[in-house]
């Protein structure tokens, strides 16, 4: 199984979808195995972010993310990665919601590039980077969900 990092962003919990991600999360059949709603000093936000420092939108972006409550998670599935940034409808060059995919959570929640709801881990190394920031090893929780053979298609599969 593979592993991601999602986000909720201070946007997100100010517009109460909280429940609505984590349900979409759910319903696809991604496991939560890390959960916190959590305010994020400037100095956890600029490590999470530290890959765009410099970039134009560097220092909006970490107060931005820095100014409210968010909540973070480590999810684990089959293609976790690819899987959740498609439920979050964008990459990294299509943030906004206006132009994000029907369907998803930026497409049908999100107006803006800047407030854009969520994010999530683009590749396996920004994974290894990003999970430890927010979790230690003893929060994480892997675990089967008793529907599990119904999501992929029995225990001999895939």
């Given amino acids: 199984m593979e592993r991601t990092f999602a986000m909720i962003k201070p946007d997100g919990v100010q517009r109460r979808l909280i429940g609505r991600v984590i349900t ?9 195995i890390g959960l916190k709603f ?4 400037a100095t956890k936000v ?4 530290s890959i765009h420092k410099g970039k134009g939108f560097y220092d909006g972006l970490v107060d931005f993310i820095a100014s409210g409550p968010v909540v973070v998670m480590a999810l684990e599935g089959k293609e976790a990665i690819k899987i959740w940034r498609t439920l979050m409808g964008g990459t990294a060059n299509k943030t906004s ?5 029907n369907a998803s959570i ?3 929640y ?6 854009n709801l969520v994010h999530g881990s683009d590749s396996p190394e920004s994974v290894a980077r990003e999970i430890p ?4 090893s003893d929060e994480l929780v892997t675990w089967k969900h008793a529907d599990h053979v119904w999501i992929y298609e029995g225990p001999e599969r895939e």
């Fill in 106 to 108: 930026r497409g049908d």
């Fill in 38 to 41: 959590t305010q994020l000093p």
């Fill in 46 to 49: 600029k490590e999470l972010y």
């Fill in 110 to 115: 999100g107006m803006s590039k800047g407030f």
């Fill in 24 to 32: 979409r999360i759910e319903e696809k059949g991604l496991h939560i």
């Fill in 133 to 136: 920031i927010f979790f230690a």
């Fill in 97 to 101: 919601g206006r132009e994000a995919e």
